[in-house]
């Protein structure tokens, strides 16, 4: 039987296992996963997008010249990632608060799923716009 | 020891609190900057667009509270991942005296990075 999310056992290797190779196991614990995913790839962002703001404030130039790689298609499909990431963290976010609050955790396999649609509807839909502007 | 675990569990539980009440506000405070600044504007904005842009009040301010929410969150859930690794007391506390740090330092320069960016505007 799977273990509630949030208990700490087995030590290391479990917790390696289980945030690398979450195969095979229910959707509280994909949830789980991609929401730490998500969390760390956007707090590495943070730091990447600080240093590309430095640019505006000491280099205006190398700023307009990464522009250039900022829209091309492949810079573009990271900003789409990014609200990827971005929508699912916070979608997942207020869905965990809503479950906690209100009781609802035994409902997290729905919440879970509506989740995973609204962002991939509402990224498409960012995708579609993003494109187009570019 | 039921004392330190109480007051270990009031910890664990005003984080919980922290990052919840943080990430409600960066959801609002995210939505609006993805807005304002990628998708009113139609595209990426080129630097002289950005230092106009920051020249706003609110958007400034809205760009200071950004960074400011933005850091203790990140630094926060960066904080519980690390602690779901099984550490000892002692390397936990360093962890967060680090961690604080940190946050500090990064929520400082990007507040410096946002003021110098709208020097720029009102120069």
Do not use: C
């Amino acid at each position: 039987m799977e273990k509630p999310i949030g208990v700490r056992t087995g030590g290391f290797n479990f917790l390696v296992r289980r945030w690398v190779f979450p195969f095979k196991r229910t959707s509280g614990t994909w949830a789980f996963v991609l929401n730490r995913w998500s969390g760390v790839l956007l707090a590495i962002y943070l730091y990447v997008h600080l240093g590309i703001l430095t640019s505006v404030a000491f280099n205006p130039d190398a700023y307009n010249q990464f522009l250039g790689i900022a829209r091309s298609p492949l810079g573009l499909a990271f900003d789409v990632g990014l609200i990827l990431l971005l929508l699912y963290h916070g979608l997942n976010g207020l869905r965990i608060i809503y479950a906690t609050l209100a009781g609802k955790i035994e409902q997290h396999r729905v919440q879970f799923w509506l989740v995973v649609a609204i962002t991939l509807l509402v990224t498409l839909y960012s995708a579609v716009l993003i494109f187009s502007y570019e | 020891m039921p004392q330190l675990e109480t007051k270990k569990q009031a910890r664990q539980s005003l984080a919980w609190i922290g990052q919840a009440v943080s990430g409600v506000l960066l959801f609002v405070i995210v939505l609006l900057h993805l807005y304002f600044q990628h998708f009113a504007a139609q595209g990426l904005l080129d630097a002289g667009e950005v230092v106009a842009h920051v020249s706003s009040p609110i958007i400034f301010a809205l760009e200071v509270l950004f960074v400011i929410v933005v850091t203790y969150h990140a630094l926060l859930g960066i904080r519980a991942v690390l602690f779901d690794l099984s550490l000892s007391e002692a390397t936990r506390r360093n962890l967060s005296v680090g961690l604080t740090i940190l946050g500090v330092a990064t929520a400082g320069y990007g507040v410096i990075l946002a003021i110098l960016i709208r020097l720029q505007a009102l120069a």
